[in-house]
């Protein structure tokens, strides 16, 4: 929304020529130059000297001018709003001036839109950009100020109330909250629960607009903030003070009766369709170049509604049909108002299913049955067939990922990831034939069942003849090779799989074939995206570990030396994005080998990739390198992977008895290198810091992975930040079958190792600058 201008100097007042507005003019005494004021105008707005409002010239000056150009009138009206913006002024006035300007601009908004649109192409400039150009939209500084008003921001609240003050408060509110250093907290909104209760569906979900960044982590604006180190930090300063005041809104919102559900209702109500593709696409490529705000849409959406409303009353008194223009608002607007309005409850629903409500949302959602609704929505909404350069907007190139439809999808995808991650709901995903599926799967494999499939009400799952995991497979195998959208399904599909490892949930996706799909893309494609590789390789890993008919899939697969070398640089390309597939293979070789099956003995003699991860000089050229892309002071989510994988392979060196063997060749390596004693003193830092890290009490993170308890929950919920052991250094590290001899404590026995390397290379000291040996 616009806002009146702050005050200029004082040398700009009315009647005064500047030098700037002498410049306009063509000198001193000169007649104007055609196109030399927008020019100038646009060209102070971008530099901030010269001109740059309307106070800067004359009234006459603007008026003559004005007729010719055919500006509305606007500039006079800035002009004299800005007269009397000041302390102690007459504000009735300033709002008898708003009052003029306000048609003005939504006349012509709502024109554009509607078949009366093409009028308003034939101006030259329209009214919204002779509103900005001379000095109409003045925002940072006014909310910024606003912003340093607690007490006010609380009150705005309370105008919500009204649905005529509605939008333009909740404008404004988000406008301060992007601004504010410190968040609100919802708790001293005075009747909070009332004032949502009493929100229809079309408020709310603007609401959701306030709530995104009110539930949401206030970023800090280091560069160094996503490192572990200033996590630990962050967190030891956040144990001292209690509840973020994210966390404490998140609570208050949960704490509204009907709350969730009525979110859940917002995200699944359906849309009518009678609108085409190719038609929608092109009003959509008309109008969105500029209205790119939900809560213009619906102030258009209202005025149309109120319109409607009154010309219906007046047809009923007169006996007489009639309609108007402006209240035939185009379908493809009506599915975008809805979209918007999704994109907003989504977030908001992701966010509280990542708090620390997360199980009671997680019950109150599956309640609501938003799965089974999200999944009727999918086709004709979620993903619907389009063209990729149709949605290209000005300004924007075909990678941009601005467009409502484009974020609504990956919104969407989050969401899955969210709910499936490391909880039993995960399969309300499916409907009653795929749970069956599984079941039987289970039966003829002569396993028991998993628990959480046979606690699953049926009646919350999807219906119809596809559950949404089914779909989204789908739609995943038809993606183009560079998609974004490819790293946001993958991540989606392998929160799936996260958790216990299960064997029945893994064949489900094999018999679609996923893993053919997968290989297709590193190997065939020979895909380019780092984040989309991640992706992939994680899900590779989840999909393969442990399971002997994954990796005899594989080996039919990648069934020529040439493959299995595109393959092997794609992984030795970025350790940092392959890792979780060198540690899943290097856990399921260990488990293969203890193993008595001639199913598996066969996989072991044929598999080149089995083949390949138990050579000795590959797992040390592999721990070479994870040790030395890493340490303490580069440490992030993302990266600690890397030191994770690197302490699988020396868990089962150690179950072997060949810690010591390995540590030496490590240091052999780095004589051989250049730099003795940077890499094992590198590694005895990053252990440290491992212990520190994940010994935390609130930690919530357990074995990484073990042949009778795989991986459970890691920092923030994803497969590369889950450490290793909370038992580290009381407990050991689960590596055996169930009832075998328990190791000793890994890292103490790893630091006690180092320490007997001392007198040759090792000694504690602070981390210096990785030496790295990979690609990246």
């Given at each position: 929304?616009a806002?009146?201008?702050?005050?200029?100097?004082?040398?700009?007042?009315?009647?005064?020529?500047?030098?700037?507005?002498?410049?306009?003019?063509?000198?001193?005494?000169?007649?104007?130059?055609?196109?030399?004021?927008?020019?100038?105008?646009?060209?102070?707005?971008?530099?901030?000297?010269g001109?740059?409002?309307?106070?800067?010239f004359?009234?006459?000056?603007?008026?003559?001018?004005?007729?010719?150009?055919?500006?509305?009138?606007?500039?006079?009206?800035?002009?004299?709003?800005?007269?009397?913006?000041?302390?102690?002024?007459d504000f009735?006035?300033?709002?008898?001036?708003?009052?003029?300007?306000?048609?003005?601009?939504?006349m012509?908004?709502?024109a554009?839109?509607?078949e009366?649109r093409?009028?308003?192409?034939?101006?030259?400039y329209?009214?919204?950009?002779?509103?900005?150009?001379?000095?109409g939209?003045?925002?940072?500084g006014?909310?910024?100020?606003?912003a340093?008003?607690?007490?006010?921001?609380?009150?705005?609240?309370?105008?919500?109330?009204?649905?005529?003050t509605?939008?333009?408060?909740?404008?404004?509110?988000?406008?301060i909250?992007?601004?504010?250093?410190?968040?609100?907290?919802l708790?001293?909104?005075?009747?909070?629960?009332?004032?949502?209760?009493?929100?229809?569906?079309?408020?709310?979900?603007?609401f959701c607009?306030?709530l995104?960044?009110?539930?949401?982590?206030?970023?800090?604006?280091?560069?160094?903030?996503?490192t572990?180190?200033?996590?630990?930090?962050?967190?030891k300063?956040?144990?001292?003070?209690?509840?973020?005041a994210?966390?404490?809104?998140?609570a208050?919102?949960l704490?509204?009766?009907?709350f969730?559900?009525r979110?859940?209702?917002l995200?699944?109500?359906?849309v009518?369709?009678?609108t085409?593709?190719?038609?929608?696409?092109?009003?959509?490529?008309?109008w969105?170049?500029?209205?790119?705000?939900?809560?213009?849409?619906?102030?258009?959406?209202r005025?149309?509604?109120?319109?409607?409303?009154?010309n219906?009353?007046?047809?009923e008194?007169?006996?007489?049909?009639?309609?108007?223009?402006?209240?035939?608002?185009?379908?493809?607007?009506?599915?975008?108002?809805?979209?918007?309005?999704?994109?907003?409850?989504?977030y908001?629903?992701?966010?509280?299913l990542?708090?620390?409500?997360?199980?009671?949302v997680?019950?109150?959602?599956?309640?609501?049955?938003?799965?089974?609704?999200?999944n009727?929505?999918?086709?004709?909404?979620?993903?619907?067939?389009?063209s990729a350069s149709a949605?290209?907007?000005?300004?924007?190139n075909?990678?941009?990922d601005?467009s409502?439809?484009?974020?609504?999808?990956?919104?969407?995808?989050?969401?899955?990831?969210?709910?499936?991650?490391?909880?039993?709901?995960?399969?309300?995903?499916?409907?009653?034939?795929?749970?069956n599926?599984?079941?039987?799967?289970?039966?003829?494999?002569?396993?028991?069942?998993?628990?959480?499939?046979?606690?699953?009400?049926?009646?919350?799952?999807?219906?119809?003849?596809?559950?949404?995991?089914?779909?989204?497979?789908q739609?995943?195998?038809?993606?183009?090779?560079?998609?974004?959208f490819?790293?946001?399904q993958?991540r989606?599909?392998?929160?799936?799989?996260?958790?216990t490892?299960?064997?029945?949930?893994?064949?489900?996706?094999?018999?679609?074939?996923?893993?053919?799909?997968?290989?297709?893309?590193?190997?065939?494609?020979?895909?380019?995206?780092?984040?989309?590789?991640?992706?992939?390789f994680d899900?590779?890993?989840?999909?393969?570990?442990?399971?002997v008919?994954?990796?005899?899939?594989?080996?039919k697969?990648?069934n020529?030396?040439?493959?299995?070398?595109?393959?092997?640089?794609?992984?030795n390309?970025?350790?940092?994005?392959?890792?979780?597939?060198?540690?899943?293979?290097?856990?399921?070789?260990d488990?293969?080998?203890?193993?008595?099956?001639?199913?598996?003995?066969?996989?072991?003699?044929e598999?080149?990739?089995l083949?390949?991860?138990?050579?000795?000089?590959?797992?040390?050229?592999?721990?070479f390198?994870?040790?030395?892309?890493?340490?303490?002071?580069t440490?992030t989510q993302?990266?600690?992977?890397?030191?994770?994988?690197?302490?699988?392979?020396?868990?089962?060196?150690?179950?072997?008895?060949?810690?010591?063997?390995?540590?030496?060749l490590?240091?052999?390596?780095?004589?051989?290198?250049?730099?003795?004693?940077?890499?094992?003193?590198?590694f005895?830092?990053?252990?440290?810091?491992?212990?520190?890290?994940?010994?935390?009490k609130?930690?919530d993170s357990?074995?990484?992975?073990?042949?009778?308890?795989?991986?459970?929950?890691?920092?923030?919920?994803?497969?590369?930040?889950?450490g290793?052991?909370?038992?580290c250094?009381g407990?050991g590290?689960?590596?055996g079958?169930p009832?075998?001899?328990?190791p000793?404590?890994?890292?103490?026995?790893?630091?006690?190792?180092?320490?007997?390397?001392?007198?040759?290379?090792?000694?504690?000291v602070?981390p210096?600058?990785?030496?790295?040996?990979?690609?990246r």
């Amino acid at each position: 929304m616009a806002a009146a201008p702050v005050a200029a100097g004082s040398g700009a007042g009315r009647g005064r020529r500047s030098a700037a507005t002498v410049a306009a003019w063509g000198g001193w005494g000169g007649r104007p130059r055609p196109g030399n004021i927008l020019l100038q105008l646009r060209q102070g707005q971008l530099t901030g000297r010269g001109l740059v409002r309307a106070v800067q010239f004359t009234e006459t000056f603007l008026m003559e001018r004005d007729k010719q150009s055919k500006w509305s009138g606007i500039p006079q009206l800035l002009l004299k709003l800005h007269t009397t913006s000041h302390l102690h002024s007459d504000f009735v006035e300033c709002q008898n001036i708003l009052k003029e300007i306000s048609p003005l601009l939504s006349m012509e908004a709502m024109a554009f839109v509607t078949e009366e649109r093409k009028l308003t192409q034939e101006t030259t400039y329209p009214n919204t950009y002779i509103f900005d150009l001379f000095g109409g939209v003045d925002t940072e500084g006014v909310t910024k100020r606003l912003a340093e008003k607690n007490d006010f921001v609380i009150f705005l609240f309370t105008l919500m109330t009204s649905k005529k003050t509605f939008l333009q408060t909740a404008t404004l509110i988000e406008d301060i909250l992007g601004v504010k250093k410190e968040m609100i907290r919802l708790d001293e909104v005075p009747n909070l629960s009332s004032l949502v209760s009493n929100f229809d569906q079309q408020q709310l979900a603007n609401f959701c607009r306030i709530l995104a960044v009110t539930i949401s982590e206030m970023d800090t604006g280091n560069d160094d903030k996503h490192t572990l180190l200033a996590k630990n930090a962050q967190q030891k300063k956040s144990l001292s003070l209690g509840p973020s005041a994210a966390e404490i809104n998140q609570a208050a919102l949960l704490s509204i009766p009907g709350f969730v559900e009525r979110l859940c209702k917002l995200a699944t109500r359906k849309v009518s369709e009678s609108t085409g593709t190719a038609s929608f696409l092109q009003e959509l490529e008309e109008w969105y170049t500029w209205l790119d705000n939900a809560l213009v849409l619906d102030a258009l959406m209202r005025v149309a509604n109120e319109e409607s409303e009154h010309n219906q009353g007046a047809s009923e008194e007169n006996g007489l049909p009639h309609t108007s223009a402006r209240t035939q608002l185009p379908q493809s607007m009506k599915i975008m108002h809805e979209i918007m309005y999704k994109l907003e409850v989504l977030y908001v629903l992701c966010v509280l299913l990542m708090g620390r409500q997360r199980n009671q949302v997680h019950r109150m959602i599956a309640e609501f049955k938003l799965i089974p609704g999200l999944n009727n929505l999918f086709d004709k909404l979620i993903w619907r067939k389009h063209s990729a350069s149709a949605l290209v907007l000005h300004g924007h190139n075909q990678n941009c990922d601005c467009s409502p439809d484009i974020t609504l999808k990956i919104q969407f995808l989050r969401l899955l990831q969210s709910f499936s991650d490391h909880h039993e709901n995960k399969y309300l995903l499916l409907n009653n034939q795929e749970l069956n599926e599984l079941s039987a799967i289970s039966l003829k494999a002569n396993i028991p069942e998993v628990e959480a499939v046979l606690n699953t009400d049926r009646s919350l799952v999807c219906d119809g003849k596809r559950g949404l995991l089914t779909r989204l497979l789908q739609v995943m195998k038809k993606e183009p090779a560079e998609s974004s959208f490819r790293f946001w399904q993958a991540r989606a599909v392998e929160s799936f799989l996260r958790g216990t490892t299960s064997y029945a949930d893994q064949m489900f996706l094999l018999k679609r074939g996923l893993l053919e799909h997968i290989l297709y893309c590193i190997v065939d494609s020979e895909c380019k995206s780092r984040d989309v590789l991640q992706s992939y390789f994680d899900l590779l890993g989840e999909l393969m570990k442990f399971n002997v008919d994954a990796f005899k899939r594989f080996n039919k697969y990648i069934n020529t030396d040439a493959k299995f070398q595109v393959f092997l640089k794609q992984i030795n390309s970025s350790l940092v994005d392959s890792n979780m597939l060198v540690r899943c293979v290097t856990l399921s070789l260990d488990r293969f080998e203890n193993q008595v099956d001639m199913k598996v003995a066969e996989v072991l003699s044929e598999c080149r990739l089995l083949a390949y991860i138990s050579q000795v000089p590959t797992q040390m050229s592999f721990l070479f390198r994870l040790i030395n892309i890493i340490h303490v002071q580069t440490l992030t989510q993302e990266n600690v992977s890397c030191l994770n994988t690197s302490l699988v392979i020396l868990m089962l060196a150690r179950r072997k008895e060949r810690l010591p063997l390995y540590l030496r060749l490590l240091q052999r390596m780095e004589h051989s290198k250049k730099y003795p004693g940077f890499l094992l003193n590198n590694f005895h830092n990053l252990l440290r810091f491992w212990q520190q890290h994940y010994l935390h009490k609130d930690k919530d993170s357990t074995c990484l992975e073990n042949v009778s308890a795989p991986p459970l929950k890691g920092v923030m919920g994803g497969p590369r930040t889950q450490g290793l052991s909370e038992g580290c250094p009381g407990a050991g590290l689960d590596l055996g079958p169930p009832g075998a001899p328990q190791p000793l404590p890994l890292c103490p026995e790893l630091l006690h190792q180092l320490l007997i390397l001392e007198g040759d290379s090792v000694h504690p000291v602070e981390p210096g600058p990785a030496v790295t040996l990979c690609s990246r």
